[in-house]
């Protein structure tokens, strides 16, 4: 149980993850480039890293509107 600006909190947390995680780990990609010859590898782990972010931000947003909304309810 919490209030919506814990949940907010919980948000921004787990974007800053994912900001975290994009900086330090994002060269790993250019090394991909680099080791696929014919560039399907590093499509690959551009789609993926891409996916994860939007997947989480699509997600995310779903959670945190469903979070307010048992809130809501629950403590009026």
Do not use: C, H, P
């Not at 975290?20 to 551009?46: E, H, K, P, Q």
């Amino acid at each position: 149980m919490g209030t919506t600006a814990l949940y907010a909190i919980e948000y921004l947390a787990g974007l800053f993850f994912f900001g975290l995680t994009y900086w330090l780990f994002n060269d790993i990609l250019l090394y991909f480039r680099v080791i696929s010859l014919t560039g399907d590898v590093y499509t690959l782990a551009n789609y993926i890293w891409y996916g994860a972010v939007v997947v989480y931000l699509v997600l995310g947003i779903w959670y945190f509107i469903i979070k307010i909304k048992t809130w809501r309810y629950f403590y009026q």
